[in-house]
């Protein structure tokens, strides 16, 4: 079963604050006393007169501009009018509708860096709380506490320093030890505590149960803190988590998840908290919920086997996994099927990650009492109120002493004269930015005056333009590019997709037009353009081979969700090479790549067959396309609603048929295509049974070739075989590609690849090789396999591997 499209659409285009201030010099030894404070908050109040004020002037240029900007939007669109009107192009114009556009677009933008500029020097509530944790006095005595790392802070966003490294800190709760940590500083705002870190294979990661526990390696190197600590740290307080990844080919992800929390030994650690995630990796972690924590000697999955064992790796692991971010270091791809560091949805199962690192960090904010905030999430410590400063003479909690501050004072006026003079020069950056984009606007509203009072002519659709790209708005124009048209051709315009300039080659939306035509239809093209229509073979050739084009295919199910494919080069041949594909490169986006593999293919229909499957894909699939063997996409096929029975389209199965459907095994979503586990069938069959299958799916039983042939033609699919001994012993052997070949071709195995698992490969070397029952020798030995080895297989001469042994196998496609 398969969702069909509802709306199909293809388009061409042509291809034509941590504002980081630190003092170096020793700050100045002030005694200061009791008036040391109103020093502070003179200061403080020049500051904040001068940026308010400031603020104001800022505030009054920018809406200026906005307001000029927006008669200059106007003028755009009143030009472009008179481009249609006249007949000119905008060159001839002297002014590009699309230059002005363009510089627009650029000062918006730099009108939006300064006003982001703008909120990030201290505004007039942030010069209330200005920073005081680089310094600390005791009431008691006047000495000054410098904070180094052997200081115990409660969490890594409360160490007052910017620089990542090794500190000691202590949660209030449940800690009755201070821990040693490594803090990340630099990622984001800071304040993260790094769990894992793997970045060079240094540090053997499998490892028992008590190793993880209590964690192992070096916080400078590879290492892992210990599920006991991590679960202390995450039951303190809520906790995010972010996981850092990156490839070998240099490429960088992330995953993000607003909550993480585990449980502790006697709940086995279990994952019990995995919010929501964000980020660029994909999410292969939240289907982990729930799950206890397992290494090779502690079995806590639910798998009937030991998926760490399996996966060389210590994980959440469920039956088994999407992430084993503590499985082997490999380096790139690998034919090792998940037993590597890996993130499944970032580069898949068979591709071993070079970094990973694995940070949580308190993901909340508070108010602690009036004036003072802690703001643990951003990796703020702490922040006073100079109002209630003097008003309260500060907190008793913080046993700060007015009379006895007078060198921290120091620290804060030398950090009050550094802000003051950063103030001044980011206002003198925002003054040159700002007479930059007036002069700007001041150009465009000169050139807008310079050309509006051309002369108006008549301009309509029947007109002849060079492209879409030159026409004014979607709709059907008559184009006529350089070469090779004799004659100008009628097209539908798109300028609605992102800038524009789009050839629309193809549109379905309402199954109103019949798709299901001989060749000279779809070459000459057929339909409306104001409806559902082909633009036609022959129009598509001559405008791709007149210049590089790209593709894009948009695409709409009947549940409303939209997708699109796009390729950076299309090209198709001439008919005497049947319109062949012969340039289809650069795949991005959403919807997966389901026509690439047809490069090189040519066009078919149903009077037409070029396609390399004995029978007619046009006529199977009822369609026309650059089929092969068959099809991955089938954009010209029936048009149905959502659901269907009828498989890819074409009904190369008369009827529905009935599959074992294998949910349980790793992510679902099998077909089961063999199964044996009693003996209480007969497998010693002729070839006929063999083709058409046999047994009961509730039991014992074999598919059918004709079905597997049918299935793995379709589309790629992979191949699992699992096995189990008399002694309890289960292993596996897994396949990428599997195919097999038709009753002709005595379903020859035609792909066999890749091989992983843990059973040993038996299998690779039947490529190539025919189906034999004891009715059907298509083997290569002298004598009858089939006969001689009371079986039916895919024998050579003759086996390295046996139905008669086989657990159970199942098919699934290949998640692309």
């Given at each position: 079963?398969?969702?069909?499209?509802?709306?199909?659409?293809?388009?061409?285009?042509?291809?034509?604050?941590?504002?980081?201030?630190?003092?170096?010099?020793?700050?100045?030894?002030?005694?200061?006393?009791?008036?040391?404070?109103?020093?502070?908050?003179?200061?403080?109040?020049?500051?904040?007169?001068?940026?308010?004020?400031?603020?104001?002037?800022?505030?009054?240029?920018?809406?200026?501009?906005?307001?000029?900007?927006?008669?200059?939007?106007?003028?755009?669109?009143?030009?472009?009018?008179?481009?249609?009107?006249?007949?000119?192009?905008?060159?001839?114009?002297?002014?590009?509708?699309?230059?002005?556009?363009?510089?627009?677009?650029?000062?918006?933008?730099?009108?939006?860096?300064?006003?982001?500029?703008?909120?990030?020097?201290?505004?007039?509530?942030?010069?209330?709380?200005?920073?005081?944790?680089?310094?600390?006095?005791?009431?008691?005595?006047?000495?000054?506490?410098?904070?180094?790392?052997?200081?115990?802070?409660?969490?890594?966003?409360?160490?007052?320093?910017?620089?990542?490294?090794?500190?000691?800190?202590?949660?209030?709760?449940?800690?009755?030890?201070?821990?040693?940590?490594?803090?990340?500083?630099e990622y984001e705002s800071g304040g993260w505590i790094v769990i894992q870190h793997r970045f060079d294979g240094s540090t053997?990661?499998?490892?028992?149960?008590?190793?993880?526990?209590?964690?192992?390696?070096?916080?400078?190197?590879?290492?892992?803190?210990?599920?006991?600590?991590?679960?202390?740290?995450?039951?303190?307080?809520?906790?995010?988590?972010?996981?850092?990844?990156?490839?070998?080919?240099?490429?960088?992800?992330?995953?993000?998840?607003?909550?993480?929390?585990?449980?502790?030994?006697?709940?086995?650690?279990?994952?019990?908290?995995?919010?929501?995630?964000?980020?660029?990796?994909?999410?292969?972690?939240?289907?982990?919920?729930?799950?206890?924590?397992?290494?090779?000697?502690?079995?806590?999955?639910?798998?009937?086997?030991?998926?760490?064992?399996?996966?060389?790796?210590?994980?959440?692991?469920?039956?088994?996994?999407?992430?084993?971010?503590?499985?082997?270091?490999?380096?790139?791809?690998?034919?090792?099927?998940?037993?590597?560091?890996?993130?499944?949805?970032?580069?898949?199962?068979?591709?071993?990650?070079?970094?990973?690192?694995?940070?949580?960090?308190?993901?909340?904010?508070?108010?602690?009492?009036?004036?003072?905030?802690?703001?643990?999430?951003?990796?703020?410590?702490?922040?006073?109120?100079?109002?209630?400063?003097?008003?309260?003479?500060?907190?008793?909690?913080?046993?700060?002493?007015?009379?006895?501050?007078?060198?921290?004072?120091?620290?804060?006026?030398?950090?009050?004269?550094?802000?003051?003079?950063?103030?001044?020069?980011?206002?003198?950056?925002?003054?040159?930015?700002?007479?930059?984009?007036?002069?700007?606007?001041?150009?465009?509203?000169?050139?807008?005056?310079?050309?509006?009072?051309?002369?108006?002519?008549?301009?309509?659709?029947?007109?002849?333009?060079?492209?879409?790209?030159?026409?004014?708005?979607?709709?059907?124009?008559?184009?006529?590019?350089?070469?090779?048209?004799?004659?100008?051709?009628?097209?539908?315009?798109?300028?609605?997709?992102?800038?524009?300039?789009?050839?629309?080659?193809?549109?379905?939306?309402?199954?109103?037009?019949?798709?299901?035509?001989?060749?000279?239809?779809?070459?000459?093209?057929?339909?409306?353009?104001?409806?559902?229509?082909?633009?036609?073979?022959?129009?598509?050739?001559?405008?791709?081979?007149?210049?590089?084009?790209?593709?894009?295919?948009?695409?709409?199910?009947?549940?409303?969700?939209?997708?699109?494919?796009?390729?950076?080069?299309?090209?198709?041949?001439?008919?005497?090479?049947?319109?062949?594909?012969?340039?289809?490169?650069?795949?991005?986006?959403?919807?997966?790549?389901?026509?690439?593999?047809?490069?090189?293919?040519?066009?078919?229909?149903?009077?037409?067959?070029?396609?390399?499957?004995?029978?007619?894909?046009?006529?199977?699939?009822?369609?026309?396309?650059?089929?092969?063997?068959?099809?991955?996409?089938?954009?010209?096929?029936?048009?149905?609603?959502?659901?269907?029975?009828?498989?890819?389209?074409?009904?190369?199965?008369?009827?529905?048929?009935?599959?074992?459907?294998?949910?349980?095994?790793?992510?679902?979503?099998?077909?089961?295509?063999?199964?044996?586990?009693?003996?209480?069938?007969?497998?010693?069959?002729?070839?006929?049974?063999?083709?058409?299958?046999?047994?009961?799916?509730?039991?014992?039983?074999?598919?059918?070739?004709?079905?597997?042939?049918?299935?793995?033609?379709?589309?790629?699919?992979e191949l699992i075989v699992m096995l189990e001994d008399f002694d309890g012993n289960k292993t596996f052997a897994r396949y990428?590609?599997?195919?097999?070949?038709?009753?002709?071709?005595?379903?020859?195995?035609?792909?066999?690849?890749?091989?992983?698992?843990?059973?040993?490969?038996?299998?690779?070397?039947?490529?190539?090789?025919?189906?034999?029952?004891?009715?059907?020798?298509?083997?290569?030995?002298?004598?009858?396999?089939?006969?001689?080895?009371?079986?039916?297989?895919?024998?050579?001469?003759?086996?390295?591997?046996?139905?008669?042994?086989l657990y159970s196998g199942a098919i699934g496609t290949k998640n692309y």
């Amino acid at each position: 079963m398969f969702r069909k499209t509802h709306l199909l659409t293809w388009i061409l285009l042509y291809n034509v604050f941590k504002v980081q201030s630190e003092a170096t010099g020793t700050p100045s030894s002030v005694s200061l006393n009791g008036f040391g404070f109103e020093l502070v908050m003179a200061k403080l109040q020049i500051l904040e007169h001068h940026l308010v004020e400031s603020n104001l002037q800022t505030e009054e240029k920018i809406t200026i501009m906005n307001s000029r900007i927006d008669n200059l939007v106007t003028a755009v669109e009143n030009l472009a009018w008179i481009a249609q009107q006249t007949g000119e192009t905008v060159h001839q114009l002297g002014l590009s509708a699309r230059h002005i556009a363009h510089n627009l677009t650029v000062i918006q933008r730099d009108l939006t860096n300064v006003v982001a500029e703008q909120k990030l020097l201290v505004t007039n509530n942030q010069l209330r709380q200005y920073q005081l944790f680089q310094s600390s006095c005791n009431a008691s005595n006047g000495t000054i506490n410098f904070e180094d790392h052997r200081n115990v802070y409660k969490s890594c966003n409360k160490v007052p320093f910017t620089a990542s490294g090794v500190y000691n800190i202590r949660p209030e709760k449940p800690f009755k030890q201070p821990i040693t940590v490594l803090c990340d500083q630099e990622y984001e705002s800071g304040g993260w505590i790094v769990i894992q870190h793997r970045f060079d294979g240094s540090t053997n990661f499998y490892r028992n149960w008590d190793e993880y526990k209590n964690g192992f390696g070096n916080l400078d190197g590879e290492f892992w803190l210990g599920l006991d600590r991590i679960y202390q740290l995450t039951v303190s307080q809520p906790h995010e988590l972010v996981v850092l990844l990156e490839d070998f080919d240099g490429n960088k992800t992330f995953a993000r998840y607003d909550q993480f929390e585990i449980s502790n030994e006697s709940g086995k650690y279990a994952l019990t908290n995995i919010g929501e995630y964000s980020g660029t990796a994909g999410d292969s972690l939240q289907n982990a919920k729930g799950m206890k924590f397992s290494t090779y000697d502690s079995d806590n999955d639910v798998w009937n086997d030991n998926c760490a064992v399996s996966y060389t790796g210590a994980w959440w692991y469920g039956a088994c996994h999407k992430s084993n971010l503590n499985g082997k270091y490999l380096r790139g791809e690998t034919k090792e099927y998940a037993t590597s560091m890996g993130w499944f949805t970032f580069r898949g199962h068979h591709y071993a990650l070079k970094s990973s690192k694995m940070m949580i960090r308190p993901n909340y904010c508070f108010i602690l009492t009036s004036g003072i905030m802690f703001k643990t999430c951003l990796g703020i410590v702490l922040l006073i109120s100079c109002d209630g400063l003097l008003a309260q003479n500060v907190s008793n909690s913080f046993n700060w002493g007015v009379e006895h501050c007078g060198y921290a004072l120091g620290l804060v006026m030398n950090k009050l004269n550094l802000l003051d003079h950063h103030i001044i020069e980011k206002e003198v950056q925002m003054e040159s930015k700002l007479n930059d984009l007036s002069s700007k606007i001041d150009s465009l509203m000169q050139q807008k005056c310079n050309t509006t009072t051309l002369p108006v002519f008549n301009k309509t659709k029947d007109d002849v333009y060079s492209s879409c790209r030159k026409t004014p708005a979607t709709g059907v124009y008559t184009i006529q590019p350089e070469k090779p048209f004799k004659e100008p051709i009628t097209v539908l315009c798109d300028q609605e997709y992102e800038s524009g300039g789009w050839i629309v080659i193809q549109h379905r939306f309402d199954g109103s037009t019949n798709f299901y035509r001989n060749w000279k239809e779809y070459k000459n093209g057929f339909g409306n353009l104001d409806g559902e229509f082909w633009l036609g073979l022959d129009r598509i050739y001559q405008l791709t081979v007149s210049q590089p084009y790209e593709l894009v295919v948009l695409l709409e199910d009947f549940d409303g969700n939209k997708t699109f494919a796009r390729y950076d080069q299309f090209e198709i041949a001439d008919e005497n090479q049947m319109y062949m594909l012969s340039k289809i490169e650069g795949f991005s986006g959403p919807a997966g790549d389901s026509l690439g593999n047809v490069k090189g293919m040519k066009f078919s229909t149903l009077d037409s067959d070029n396609d390399t499957w004995k029978d007619s894909c046009a006529v199977t699939y009822t369609g026309a396309w650059w089929y092969s063997a068959c099809h991955a996409s089938n954009l010209n096929g029936q048009y149905l609603r959502g659901e269907t029975t009828e498989y890819a389209t074409g009904m190369p199965f008369k009827e529905p048929i009935t599959v074992l459907c294998d949910q349980e095994y790793e992510s679902g979503g099998w077909i089961v295509i063999q199964h044996r586990f009693d003996g209480s069938t007969n497998f010693y069959r002729n070839w006929k049974e063999y083709k058409n299958g046999f047994g009961n799916l509730d039991g014992e039983f074999w598919l059918g070739l004709d079905r597997i042939y049918q299935l793995t033609v379709s589309q790629p699919h992979e191949l699992i075989v699992m096995l189990e001994d008399f002694d309890g012993n289960k292993t596996f052997a897994r396949y990428d590609h599997f195919e097999i070949g038709d009753e002709d071709q005595k379903y020859s195995v035609m792909k066999i690849e890749k091989y992983s698992g843990t059973a040993g490969d038996a299998f690779s070397g039947t490529k190539s090789v025919k189906f034999s029952t004891f009715d059907a020798d298509n083997d290569t030995w002298d004598n009858h396999c089939a006969v001689k080895f009371t079986g039916a297989w895919w024998y050579s001469n003759c086996h390295s591997r046996y139905i008669s042994f086989l657990y159970s196998g199942a098919i699934g496609t290949k998640n692309y």
